[in-house]
Nanobody, 114 residues
């Protein structure tokens, strides 16, 4: 069983930065594919960034150059560094882990507003 707990959300002004963390329980962290998704009010959940067990990454076009996903296998944690935040980045951000099935955290709210 894999459990995911996100943290690091909050209120930030446009142009600011936040770092989200997702702590993972279970002993299979190293072989999991990991991702961050977000869901804004009235919109569908969308992939923001993903990282494979080998460290390959991909990003949504809307966040390329601003967001960075990384993983620390020793700490069983995946991070999302978000820089130059924009109001349209406001959403609940969810951590996802996948192997033979997908696991989700409960989400953390990011609000970008002046």
């Amino acid at each position: 069983q894999v459990q995911l707990v996100e943290s690091g959300g909050g209120l930030v002004q446009p142009g600011g930065s936040l770092r989200l963390s997702c702590a993972c329980s279970g002993s299979i962290f190293r072989i999991l594919a990991l991702g961050w998704y977000r869901q804004a009010p009235g919109k569908e959940r969308e992939l923001v960034a993903a990282i494979t067990s080998g460290g390959s990454t991909n990003y949504a076009d809307s966040v390329k150059g601003r967001f960075t996903i990384s993983r620390d296998n020793a700490k069983a944690t995946v991070y999302l560094q978000m820089n130059n935040l924009k109001p349209e980045d406001t959403a609940v951000y969810y951590c996802n882990a996948a192997l033979t099935m997908a696991y989700w955290g409960k989400g953390t709210l990011v609000t970008v507003s002046s």
